[in-house]
């Protein structure tokens, strides 16, 4: 369920981004999501951005198993 | 390179993962995961077949597809013999069969007009560009996907497009949830939680879980090291008889969701009561369009004759959903319900339990 | 005159001014110009291979090709995977009334320039036009004799147990590429079709090595439906190496986006090559030499266990089953 990539902003258009995933471009809606940047990562999912990637979070299974994990 | 992909599927970090894994298994462990994505995810990657002889793996009702009611398919096949209505979905519907064995794509061939869509987007623009035709959007999926159905139907409203309408059978987790744990017959020492529905609807629907049923929780994403290092958390946890919810995907998942996506789906949709295949009526657990945004609900201006729907005898979908019976448990499995004939939810979809089952050759 | 009319299809003086202009003018040879109702073909001394293949793909024009290169390249390869050297072809047209005669010279023009690069000749043809809606804008079909060169048996009688499998480069391209041109699904990809007549190529590997057991080109349904069909009712299984299997980048992000496997969508530009162990190193550096064949690789074997099975080894080190396809894959949300 629930397919879903990472992409980076590279341009804003009003309401819609150009996400690049590798090499590939792909326009998507930007309606559900809160103050997108170019630069940011996006989770991308049936042509819209769902929620910005936190960057630093993107360590997690690393940082747990070294005995940093924090629960939710 | 596949950036916040490739890292997650690193050799090495996961076969340190199941090391681990294996390290602290005692106990003979289920743990469960409801997200088709997962199932996909752990069949392909095989991670059910490293972790060890002590803890088994069981899909839940997690699969959009897998849960469309007969009744529902029934009425999206009755909706393709409409003249001038064309029929917009997602791929993953195309071949799933209704009463009868009758499918979109055997519609299409028919004589249907019905369009394969990456988005909802695309339905729009399809929409704009045909003015002549008119358009309607089956929109399935969970709290993932409604969020783009509701922005779609608020950007038709503002584009004051009179061709564009959809038949909603969104549904949502958490009651799902609770009826399938809540019942007796089901017996879990974990729960892997949806990666992306957690994403727009955060982590708070899972507090009964680990609160009242003692079962702990982990969100957490698709990639092997994160399905690895979830199965790992969970493990530990339930040796050491400890219920708690872990947030293992917090690249992509916070605790309170994508708030802004809830509040357009709540601007568009109200719940409504509906028929889970293999599950039975679930109340409150589906999206209906709220009366300001009726006009673009397609049974509103398009009435239909539904035939009576009528589900496969002997077909054991509703306990597979529940975890209480696994594929090979079913009389039908690889006899004659097999993907290019799938005869119940489990099968239907490509990340359903049985067809997992069957393409991975379990 | 801009578009294609039923009266090209009559018979008459549009006809024939049709084929002078388009097809003659960029396909002509000795065999076409003569205007036969058939072609006659020098003998020879040696077993003939024929094969037929038909092409209705859309777009018409996509990154890295066309339905005209397709329709070379398609039928060509049919008769290079099974030792043949290709040498004359046949093509049939249906035109769909209201196609623009521009397009259509751009995919004859297309067909002329890679029949010479395969270096066969089309020897003869036939065009009819049918009325709009009837096809969707033009269908091709080819087919095409070889030659079988000396020495060649290449059969899956031949493959035994512990026979590699090799694929001559990159998988999913041409897929790919089609699929970003699409409506529906429209995505700027720096995906491009591998569409190439192989069959250079393949002499140059079965001139020097005389243990290539069996050659297929992968199109429809990816390499897993190729060797699916290869191992069918077979005594002998087949393990496939998903660490092994050469796919670029830029496919398997639109692979990622539309949920789609790598190793079920069309190539139009490669093939598989069973061969004996012992040749296995030497086919590679041949394969990597020619312009074609440069990230071929070796993906896997022929096993004893799992007869009549495909497997897939994980990057994780599990196995599982890769199956058939039951229908056309089709991008998904789920």
Redesign the interface.
């Known amino acids: 369920?629930?397919?879903s990539?990472p992409g980076k902003i590279l341009e804003i258009k009003e309401n819609i981004a150009t996400v690049e995933?590798?090499?590939?471009?792909?326009d998507v809606g930007l309606d559900i999501i809160d103050d997108p940047k170019v630069g940011e990562y996006v989770v991308?999912?049936?042509g819209y951005a769902i929620q910005k990637v936190d960057e630093e979070s993107a360590n997690f299974t690393i940082d747990f198993f070294n005995g940093k994990h924090n629960n939710a | 390179?596949?950036k916040f992909?490739d890292e997650y599927?690193d050799?090495g970090l996961?076969?340190d993962i199941?090391e681990k894994i294996k390290a602290i298994s005692k106990k003979r462990l289920k743990i469960m995961e409801v997200c088709?994505?997962h199932t996909m995810a752990i069949?392909?990657?095989?991670?059910h077949?490293?972790i060890g002889d002590n803890i088994k793996l069981i899909s839940g009702p997690g699969?959009?597809?897998c849960v469309t009611s007969v009744e529902d398919i029934d009425m999206v096949l009755a909706l393709s013999r409409i003249e001038g209505l064309v029929i917009c979905t997602?791929?993953?519907l195309?071949?799933v069969p209704g009463t009868g064995s009758l499918t979109l794509?055997k519609q299409r061939a028919e004589g249907a007009d019905i369009?394969?869509?990456?988005s909802v987007r695309?339905v729009i623009t399809l929409a704009k560009e045909e003015r002549e035709k008119k358009f309607v959007f089956i929109s399935i999926?969970f709290e993932t996907?409604a969020p783009t159905a509701a922005a779609a139907i608020i950007q038709a409203d503002q584009d004051g497009l009179d061709n564009f309408y959809i038949l909603s059978l969104n549904k949502t987790m958490p009651r799902a949830l609770k009826a399938i744990l809540e019942d007796s017959r089901t017996d879990i020492d974990g729960l892997i939680c949806p990666g992306h529905v957690s994403t727009i609807a955060g982590t708070d629907m899972y507090n009964f879980i680990v609160d009242k049923l003692r079962i702990p929780c982990c969100v957490t994403g698709f990639e092997?090291s994160d399905i690895l290092t979830s199965i790992y958390i969970l493990t530990e946890l339930a040796e050491k008889n400890q219920a708690k919810l872990v947030n293992a995907y917090k690249r992509a998942v916070k605790a309170q969701g994508n708030e802004k996506a809830l509040s357009i789906m709540e601007k568009v949709f109200k719940p409504s009561d509906v028929q889970w295949r293999g599950l039975g009526n679930i109340p409150d657990s589906g999206l209906a369009l709220k009366d300001e945004y009726s006009r673009f609900d397609v049974l509103n201006t398009f009435k239909i004759d539904r035939p009576t729907s009528i589900s496969e005898k002997d077909c054991i979908c509703g306990d597979i959903l529940r975890g209480a019976k696994v594929p090979s448990d079913c009389k039908l499995f690889r006899n004659i319900c097999?993907?290019?004939n799938p005869r119940g939810a489990c099968m239907v979809?490509?990340?359903g339990s049985c067809a997992a089952a069957?393409?991975?050759?379990d | 005159m801009s578009k294609i009319t039923l009266a090209h299809g009559s018979g008459g003086t549009l006809t024939q001014e049709l084929i002078e202009s388009v097809f003659f003018k960029h396909l002509g040879n000795k065999f076409l110009s003569k205007n036969d109702d058939s072609a006659i073909l020098p003998g020879e001394a040696a077993n003939i291979a024929f094969t037929t293949d038909s092409f209705v793909i859309k777009p018409l024009f996509f990154p890295g090709g066309d339905i005209g290169k397709l329709s070379i390249c398609g039928t060509v390869n049919d008769l290079a995977v099974n030792g043949a050297t290709p040498k004359y072809l046949s093509c049939g047209f249906i035109l769909e009334e209201g196609l623009d005669i521009e397009d259509l010279r751009k995919i004859v023009e297309s067909m002329a320039s890679w029949a010479k690069i395969a270096g066969v000749d089309i020897v003869c043809g036939d065009t009819k036009v049918v009325e709009k809606n009837s096809v969707d804008s033009i269908f091709i079909n080819t087919s095409g004799i070889g030659v079988l060169r000396d020495g060649i048996n290449l059969s899956v009688d031949n493959i035994s147990v512990g026979d590699k499998i090799i694929v001559t480069g990159n998988l999913g391209d041409h897929g790919i590429a089609v699929l970003s041109k699409r409506k529906?699904?429209e995505?700027?990809?720096?995906?491009i079709s591998d569409c190439a007549p192989l069959n250079h190529m393949l002499k140059v590997l079965t001139d020097n090595i005389k243990e290539v057991k069996f050659m297929r080109d992968a199109t429809r349904g990816g390499v897993a439906t190729t060797l699916n069909e290869i191992v069918k009712h077979k005594d002998f299984g087949i393990m496939i190496e998903e660490?092994r299997v050469p796919v670029l980048?830029?496919v398997?992000?639109?692979c990622?986006?539309?949920?789609l496997d790598p190793l079920y969508i069309a190539n139009e530009g490669k093939a598989l090559v069973i061969i004996d162990k012992e040749y296995e190193a030497k086919a590679l550096e041949i394969l990597r030499s020619n312009e074609y064949g440069s990230n071929a690789a070796s993906i896997g074997e022929i096993t004893q266990d799992n007869q009549d099975?495909v497997?897939l080894k994980?990057?994780?080190?599990?196995?599982?089953?890769l199956?058939m396809l039951?229908?056309d894959p089709?991008?998904?949300?789920?």
Do not use: Q
């Open positions: 369920m629930c397919w990539v995933i590798s090499g590939l471009k792909k991308v999912h049936a | 390179m596949l992909i599927r050799k996961c076969a199941v088709g994505g069949h392909k990657n095989g991670i077949k490293l699969c959009p597809v997602f791929g993953d195309f071949n794509d369009r394969i869509v990456y695309d999926g996907t092997p097999t993907p290019s979809s490509s990340e069957h393409r991975y050759g | 529906g699904f995505f700027e990809s720096e995906s660490e980048d830029s398997r992000s639109a990622e986006l539309l949920g099975m497997c994980t990057p994780l080190g599990a196995t599982r089953v199956g039951s229908a089709i991008p998904r949300i789920c």
